[in-house]
């Protein structure tokens, strides 16, 4: 098995929406806003090649939305989804599956593309299998209120209508559940229904892929939890199970919107779990 970090773009969002009801005076000292309170976040996706497999969890935006759409975000750096697979000889063709962990627009705009006249969506991906799960999908495409400018349709439902659309398995009492890719999946419900977690067995390591359950190591500290989730009590309680779980065994936490820090790990304190070491990705992969 080899993995890569796949880049498909950074951009800002507002820091106090990032980090809710904590202080401003409190995350900047970890993620430091500039003029307009805007703070950097990464698409930072990952690519597992497992013998005939390669797995592409989550895609970033993509870029098929409008000028006016992306300004909301203010885009920064050169890096974006292809010329990242191509920098490990790879293309959007020879993926065999993607994993989603939660379909917002910044964990699966990148699924859907233009057709070449522009008339219609196709997916990005043609040789793939795109993975959700049932619960997560009925949520996503019969959205809330609070979530619905998250949940595009434009990316959702052109996945269905391909074909491609697979649902892996729901535990029905424990969070853990192992996925037909071969990888364990923590099922996290702060965030939004059913985010899945991965879980990936690599030489001796375990690698956590984060998504949104901990966005940045500025995240750490539990109360610290995003505005845009949607049950941020339960947030409360899954993060310090997962991150109580990664501290006992080590775990490699792979983070997907910290712009600056790629993977760490964590130990326990008497302020609770907090930051043990970093490591950049060729450090481990």
């Known amino acids: 098995m080899n993995l890569y970090p796949i880049n498909a773009g950074n951009f800002k969002l507002d820091g106090g929406a990032m980090f809710g009801v904590v202080p401003k005076s409190l995350w900047q000292r970890t993620n430091p806003a500039d003029a307009n309170n805007m703070i950097d976040l990464t698409a930072r996706c990952l690519l597992i090649e497992d013998g005939k497999r390669l797995v592409l969890i989550d895609s970033g935006m993509g870029n098929k939305q409008t000028d006016k759409f992306f300004s909301y975000y203010f885009q920064w750096g050169d890096f974006n989804l ?5 920098k490990y000889g790879f293309t959007r063709d020879d993926i065999t599956d993607v994993f989603l962990t939660h379909l917002h627009f910044d964990h699966c705009g990148g699924c859907i593309q233009w057709n070449k006249n522009r008339t219609g969506y196709e997916t990005a991906f043609k040789n793939a299998r795109f993975w959700s799960n049932k619960n997560h ?10 979530e619905k400018a998250s949940f595009l349709k434009e990316n959702i439902l052109p996945i269905e209508k391909s ?14 559940e192992k996925s037909q890719l071969g990888f364990d999946i923590f099922f996290a419900n702060g965030h939004t229904d059913k985010q899945m977690i991965p879980l990936i067995k690599y030489k001796g390591k375990t690698i956590a892929f984060m998504a949104d359950l901990l966005p940045t190591v500025g995240h750490l500290p539990i109360p610290y939890v995003m505005g845009y989730d949607t049950r941020p009590l339960l947030t409360l309680t899954e993060k310090e199970k997962f991150l109580s779980m990664a501290a006992d065994n080590n775990y490699y936490l792979f983070l997907e919107h910290d712009a600056h820090n790629e993977i760490i790990t964590v130990k326990h304190t008497e302020k609770g779990v907090r930051l043990n070491e970093t490591f950049v990705a060729t450090d481990i992969f």
């Not at 292809?82 to 191509?86: A, G, R, T, W, Y």
């Not at 999908?137 to 809330?144: F, S």
């Open 137 to 146: 999908w009925q949520w996503a495409t019969q959205p809330n209120v609070r």
């Open 163 to 176: 074909g491609q659309l697979k649902f892996t398995s729901i535990p029905e009492g424990d969070f853990l």
């Open 82 to 86: 292809d010329s990242s697979l191509k």
